[in-house]
């Protein structure tokens, strides 16, 4: 660069900073941080996860929002490590056939992203990145909203790219049948010899229109498409899939997943309430076929005091190449194809759950909260969900109890 | 809405029909409701968005013990399957 433009360089520069300075205003920035603690102990395994997470975002110009923020799993348990079916395990009556092994786990998301917002349109790009002992994740996201018609219309496309990649043993044999599952997570995402890394490359698409139909009513339609393709299996899992064969999980490599869910927002005047109401259909490239109805019932006590009550409802079809007996027998056991798996989450079941919620919100007429803050809402939930297995057991043994519980407290201060 | 299906097996659908089943927001150009008038579905109990912070980690929860997914966003990192 010429030394006779440096001073119109730096004219047009001021300039610019001027220009973007001006509508400096509000300088609004909040952070939250959340807490939640999940249980479960279903027949002979159990699971606690601890879940921290902090963020922030800052809106440095009316146009702009920067959010950032961290995220964690502390995880420790106990999983299925070999699975096997009541046919197997009635001619094997002494053993047992089911094992399990204990699970430690750490999983940690950094994440950030930034919105460019306009008068009735926004752009936001972000990142995430997450690490756990067995598991790297990247994951890229765009989104674009637009209100239309006075705000009555909002449409939003949105699209995500993930980039992962899951460890796994090296196997010394080509046929999966004698495929041995991972041991432990140890030497993964490290130059040992004795592991290696699968790919997994997800897309996921959605699109979603939401109207508002009268002051008391809105609804929303929403379309989600996710195209998966690379190693979805549990690498620590095996099935037994005959006399003396123990062969790691083996899913297929694509699945092309899509749902289609419809909420509606009304708001009861005569109880001074809000219900949400909403229903999910989703169907996959497995054959699993499912149907969500969620309903949601919140209600504002004074100006800085909401409850809400929530219920939902979920069943599910299996995958086509699920059973719960891959030795052989009558249906509905017996091997279904090239493909086996011990993964409870593609058998038939349905579940149901309840919960509450309380969010308290202070933000004072006058001054600051403790001299620093505009407002601060605390939160509180508590959420219990139960599972009932048409087919999947342990060896024949149902799986019951089959309870989950989750409660979450959460601190979110504007400034 | 007229849809037909022939014997012959080929779905027919007049045309009208196929742009409003389309394009049903186009349906929604005859509705306005005016600002003065928006109190209410812009209370926070009348909101769709995507899941807070609050309710993100239940809903990580609930996707890892299903076979499904969709309707809540696209972005999250990781697997976290345990």
């Excluded at chain 1, 290696?196 to 498409?225: C, F, K, M, N, R």
């Amino acid at each position: 660069m010429q030394l006779g433009s440096r001073p119109s360089l730096v004219a047009v520069l001021a300039a610019a900073l001027l220009v973007s300075a001006r509508p400096v205003r509000a300088q609004v920035a909040e952070f939250d941080t959340s807490h939640t603690v999940f249980y479960e102990a279903p027949t002979r395994t159990h699971m606690f996860v601890y879940s921290p997470s902090v963020g922030a975002r800052a809106s440095p110009w009316s146009w702009l929002d920067v959010r950032g923020g961290w995220e964690a799993d502390v995880v420790s348990g106990a999983s299925v490590a070999t699975k096997a079916g009541p046919a197997y395990q009635s001619n094997h009556i002494a053993a047992d056939v089911v094992t399990t092994a204990s699970v430690r786990d750490l999983r940690n998301v950094g994440h950030g992203e930034a919105t460019v917002k306009g008068e009735v349109t926004s752009l936001t790009a972000g990142y995430d990145y997450s690490t756990e002992h067995d598991y790297r994740s990247s994951s890229l996201h765009v989104d674009a909203r637009t209100d239309a018609l006075q705000h009555n219309t909002q449409f939003e496309l949105s699209y995500a790219r993930n980039f992962d990649s899951v460890c796994d043993r090296v196997q010394g044999e080509t046929n999966p049948v004698r495929f041995v599952a991972l041991e432990n997570s140890t030497g993964c995402f490290t130059s040992s010899s004795l592991r290696t890394t699968h790919p997994i490359g997800i897309d996921t698409y959605e699109g979603s229109w939401a109207q508002s139909w009268t002051p008391v009513l809105a609804t929303q339609l929403v379309y989600t498409a996710q195209l998966v393709d690379g190693f979805q299996s549990d690498p620590y899992r095996s099935v037994i899939l005959g006399q003396g064969i123990k062969g790691q999980e083996h899913e297929p490599a694509e699945r092309a997943r899509e749902a289609v869910t419809a909420r509606v927002a009304w708001y009861l005047r005569a109880v001074k309430g809000a219900l949400r109401m909403s229903v999910r259909a989703y169907g996959d490239t497995w054959a699993i076929r499912s149907g969500t109805v969620e309903a949601e019932f919140e209600k504002s006590l004074g100006e800085s005091l909401r409850l809400m009550a929530r219920g939902r409802f979920y069943r599910q079809s299996a995958a086509v190449f699920w059973s719960d007996d891959y030795t052989g027998g009558a249906p509905p056991l017996g091997p279904k194809g090239q493909y086996w798996t011990g993964d409870r989450e593609l058998s038939p079941f349905w579940s149901w759950l309840a919960g509450a919620r309380a969010v308290l919100t202070i933000a004072p007429a006058h001054g600051r909260l403790l001299g620093f803050m505009e407002s601060l809402q605390l939160a509180g939930s508590a959420n219990v969900t139960g599972f009932s297995y048409d087919e999947y057991t342990l060896g024949g043994t149902p799986v019951t109890n089959a309870m989950a519980y989750v409660a979450t407290l959460s601190l979110d201060a504007a400034f | 809405m007229n849809i037909k299906i022939r014997r012959s097996g080929r779905l027919r659908i007049a045309l009208p029909d196929l742009l409003v089943f389309l394009f049903p927001p186009l349906l929604s150009g005859c509705v306005t409701v005016a600002p003065q008038q928006r109190a209410i579905l812009a209370d926070p109990t009348m909101q769709f968005g995507a899941p807070t912070a609050h309710e993100a980690p239940l809903r990580h929860a609930i996707d890892n013990r299903e076979g499904s997914m969709g309707g809540h966003g696209v972005s999250g990192g990781g697997c976290g399957c345990n």
